[in-house]
């Protein structure tokens, strides 16, 4: 997508509000709503609980338009609202009792993105909608590819340009102001692109969202290509654009001014733990640290496992890992492609993946630790993951306790073919176990036969009373039957 086609969608004055959750207890929840609008335009007047009135705080002016924040809480209430000028928005902020969470991933695609008619490229989008009308949504946790920015390669003649030149000419090229300006206004217009639609917006408006990022919110592969290429100044400098951008849109905050629930509080790494009502829900940033030999990093494997440690007695944990942390036997593939060079260029794919041969290690490491959380600190644990473009899910055995993964990817990414899938389930079959007797499974989600569903889809995940399962919805199939959790 170019910059040029992105003004059919983004030619607006106002934008928002779009709804971020904060954590929450027994009696209220934290709440952030970010607003953006053409400078100088009016801002309506926004009032929490129907009369308190919530003065905005300026986070940003940037090209033409300011980012504007207001910080609100609501008490724990299956109707609580808000009203932004003569709209009123219904959310449902009883986290303590039975609930329902929607996960989404995958909001987008390399090709052709907005070319798309909206009905179609947002068909889970409405049907999501109308999940929410009938049953409400108290939280939607995006699991990463909330935008497919890799037309940020065409913003700017010099940035194409520089992917045409060769090793040495790239190396030496500096990101001067001009590209700058060019990349991060990219960013931020094409986040107002998605967020804008209205199948979108609706959505947005009303249920408190959870955002952890991946590769497309930055361009394809990040943190999988190989060193030199990274190392350039024009490539980091792609990368602090969409930093911040990250952190304006899917953060609603600055990057020198985190919110609490951000691990590292100086922001090498983006994770984030937020806790609720008898749940936590965590989030590793797998791609700011991310290198060919390592998915997370010295800030990240500091201080995830100390969020793990100290989540409350009895909570749940919702563990958000944006690349499957149970997944095929990806060694075979990475082997053969290495004897075929013209197939190389899938490389940096496969090494994003936990089951690379590259981050084997770390693979094993951070299945350790969700075994030593679930068990020694006797927490249950529910893994969820995207970013692959089929449903599936996986269960990790380990010392009596079944750890579940469940997939969800994507509401938007088109599916692929179905012999992709077949694939996929073949590298199953084989299947892969990194650490002796606890054994890692992917199996086919409830009332399917494939290990894969190749179908646009999203998930949702229900409490009731004490226990918790997890329902897919497939496009063009329907509903999975119950999932036990």
Known sequence: MTSIEAKTIID???????????????RSVKLAALVVADDGHEIPEFRANGTDVIAPAKLASLYGRTYWRF?????????????FGNETYEVCTDLGKDLRIGFVSCN???DGDLDRPLEDRNALWIDLGKEHA?????LLLHGGDQIYADGVWECHPDIIAWQKAGRRDRAATEFSDALRDAVFKFYLDHYLAIYGQPQISH?????????IWDDHDIFDGWGSHKKWFQGTAVAKGMFDCARTAFCLMQLCCLPDDLPDMVMDRDGQSLGWRVDFPGMSIIAPDLRSERTPGDIMGAHGWRDLPQSLETVPDGNRIFLMSSVPVIGPRLSLVEMVLHLLPKAQKYEDDLRDQWQSRWHRREW????????HIANDRNHEITLLSGEIHVATRGTFETRGKTIHQLVASGISHTAPPATFARVLGLLAWIGDHPLPDRP????????????????????TLSR????????????????TPDLGL
């Open 440 to 459: 890692t499974k992917l199996r086919p989600l409830p009332g399917r036969k494939g290990t894969y569903c190749a179908a646009r889809n999203y998930l």
């Open 203 to 211: 959505m947005l408006a009303r249920v408190p969202s959870l955002m």
């Open 134 to 138: 009938r049953q409400p949504f108290s």
């Open 364 to 371: 094993c490491r951070f299945l350790e630790l969700i075994e």
């Open 12 to 26: 607006q004055d106002f934008f928002g509000p779009f709804l971020f959750a904060r954590g929450g207890n027994a």
């Open 108 to 110: 987008g695609q390399e």
């Open 71 to 83: 910080a609100f809480e609501l008490p724990a209430n299956s109707a609580a609202t808000y009203c």
């Open 464 to 479: 009731s009373g004490a226990n918790w399962h997890a329902n897919w919805h497939l496009e063009g199939i329907g509903w």
